[in-house]
């Protein structure tokens, strides 16, 4: 089945109108305290196509925290900079059917860079490479895959969850003690935790989804990852990226995607282009309630799922 950009804003219409009685299910994560100031009926949806054609509905200028998203970017870049077979030496690629903030994700090593101790040992083979420049060359990256000028941090997102990370301060601490993290613990602990409070909107991911659909090349011809390292990073988004709801979720929308806990989500349709949503209600496994759900709407709608032809 083809992709039919020409209708795809009246599928976003109808998708937004069709989820919008779910809006008031769910639960915002209340662990970072600051993501409880977002609007919970907030909504945004949008798609990108591999050429550059762009579509979006909702609040489409709400911005919001990238949070787990940005382990996609992490691990991309980690790939890049180590080698596949480097990195896969502290994370795999098993979905450990855990929840994301679970250590015992953690064994001789993490499960997979898609949970947050795999992404804490990700971001330290980063810190470990890049040093102090670390966190400046994770932006330039996220601006590089989306082809945009200019992203920022939302500090205040970030000190909040300094302040209340106990869980992945236990990770981190693990991690060094079996051998995964290289020492530095705490700065890698912050690398992460900014990396988390990336600023972006729903035509921000969508556009990174996009150029990982195009096998790592831009809309404007530019490459930006290999297609080793996509290859890698999209299968790992399917079978991990939604959690320990990944299986259900895959079976449902068909689309390799990763959420983040502000309550965005990002989709490749390789070959086709990038999804992405915002809704910042959540379902019990952490990823957005309705987001889910107008994704598994808008495959069906744009036949986007990989497992239909
Ligand atoms: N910053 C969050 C954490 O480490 C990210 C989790 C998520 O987005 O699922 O807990």
Redesign the pocket.
């Known amino acids: 089945m083809t992709v039919k950009v020409e209708n795809s804003l009246e599928y976003l219409e109808q998708v937004m109108e069709e989820t919008q009685q779910y809006q008031d299910l769910g639960v915002m994560a209340s662990y970072?305290p600051e993501l409880l100031k977002a609007d919970p009926k907030a909504f945004s949806l949008c798609y990108a196509d591999v050429n550059g054609s762009i579509v979006s509905v909702g609040s489409t200028d709400q911005t919001f925290t990238l949070?787990?998203v940005s382990k996609v970017i992490t691990f991309g870049m980690a790939i890049q900079t180590h080698g596949k077979e480097q990195v896969f030496k502290y994370v795999g690629t098993e979905n450990g059917g855990m929840p994301?903030?679970d250590i015992r994700n953690i064994s001789e090593k993490v499960v997979n860079p898609m949970v947050?101790a795999g992404a804490i040992a990700v971001a330290g083979l980063l810190h470990e490479h890049y040093g102090s420049r670390v966190s400046g060359l994770i932006a330039e990256e996220v601006k590089k895959l989306a082809g945009v000028d200019q992203v920022c941090h939302d500090m205040d997102v970030y000190y909040s969850?300094l302040a209340t990370a106990t869980k992945?301060k236990a990770i981190a601490h693990y991690l060094y003690h079996m051998g995964l993290l290289p020492g530095q613990v705490e700065e890698v602990l912050e690398t992460y935790?900014l990396q988390?409070a990336l600023l972006g909107d729903t035509q921000l991911l969508a556009k990174i989804g996009a150029t990982l659909a195009n096998g790592g090349v831009r809309a404007d011809g530019v490459r930006v990852w290999s297609r080793d390292t996509v290859e890698v990073v999209v299968a790992v988004m399917a079978n991990c990226g939604m959690y320990d709801h990944s299986g259900d979720y895959m079976a449902r929308v068909g689309i390799p995607s990763k959420?983040?806990?502000s309550g965005c989500l990002m989709g490749v349709a390789p070959g086709k282009g990038g999804v992405s949503s915002y809704a910042p209600n959540l379902n019990e496994f952490?990823n957005s309630l309705r987001g889910t759900l107008a994704l598994e709407s808008l495959s069906k709608k744009m036949g986007l799922n990989i497992f239909i032809p």
């Open positions: 970072i949070q787990s994301f903030d947050n969850e992945n935790i988390c959420s983040g806990v952490g």
